[in-house]
């Protein structure tokens, strides 16, 4: 995710840089504009579609250009202006969306000491070792707890003892 915001990042600062020279690079970036547009135009069908590289480099001249209105052959200014949006709004979910949905996952030194404490007390459920973590000061549930202590074998002794009455 972060390859594209640097990606976004050097674009506009070749389109920034790029604009500073006004005569011979303007001039490179209206037909840039105009190709693109035409490239859209000739690979139509039944409706006229750009695809979505297209019109991201439609809004980054956009960004460029002085008199981009006046290079606009195929595509209405309001469509151009109604594409920036789009990207503004996509770039920004990109960036503040949450990485992974749901609970955030127990770190790894955590679990070890659940699974040492659970091996040293062998009478200690959950409810105990919970409140020991607490009192260290971990921020964790019971049931997370319950889950990572290792599961007992059942005594053989008991297992094997029927009794009659």
Same mark, same amino acid.
């Given at each position: 995710?972060?390859?594209?915001?640097?990606?976004?990042?050097?674009?506009?600062?070749?389109?920034?840089?790029?604009?500073?020279?006004?005569? @011979?690079?303007?001039? @490179?970036?209206?037909?840039? #504009?105009?190709?693109?547009?035409?490239?859209?135009?000739?690979?139509?069908?039944?409706? #006229?579609?750009?695809?979505? #590289?297209?019109?991201?480099?439609? $809004?980054?001249?956009?960004?460029?250009?002085? %008199?981009?209105?006046?290079?606009?052959?195929?595509?209405?200014? %309001?469509?151009?202006?109604?594409?920036?949006?789009?990207?503004?709004?996509?770039?920004?979910?990109?960036?503040?969306?949450?990485?992974?949905?749901?609970?955030?996952? $127990?770190?790894?030194?955590?679990?070890?000491?659940?699974?040492?404490?659970?091996? @040293?007390?062998?009478?200690?459920?959950?409810?105990?070792?919970?409140?020991?973590?607490?009192?260290?000061?971990?921020?964790?549930? @019971?049931?997370?707890?319950?889950?990572?202590?290792?599961?007992?074998?059942? %005594?053989?002794?008991?297992?094997?003892?029927?009794?009659?009455?």
């Amino acid at each position: 995710m972060h390859y594209k915001l640097s990606l976004l990042t050097n674009f506009f600062f070749l389109f920034y840089f790029l604009s500073q020279h006004k005569t @011979e690079t303007q001039t @490179e970036l209206q037909i840039l #504009f105009l190709k693109t547009q035409i490239v859209a135009y000739k690979r139509r069908k039944k409706k #006229f579609h750009t695809k979505p #590289f297209q019109r991201l480099t439609l $809004v980054l001249l956009f960004y460029v250009l002085y %008199d981009w209105k006046t290079n606009l052959a195929i595509v209405s200014p %309001d469509t151009l202006l109604t594409w920036r949006k789009q990207k503004f709004k996509t770039f920004w979910a990109t960036i503040s969306k949450r990485k992974k949905a749901g609970r955030p996952n $127990v770190a790894w030194p955590v679990i070890k000491l659940i699974r040492r404490v659970a091996k @040293e007390n062998r009478i200690w459920g959950a409810t105990k070792l919970h409140g020991l973590l607490q009192k260290i000061g971990y921020d964790i549930s @019971e049931r997370t707890v319950s889950k990572y202590i290792p599961k007992r074998p059942t %005594d053989p002794k008991k297992c094997g003892e029927i009794v009659f009455t």
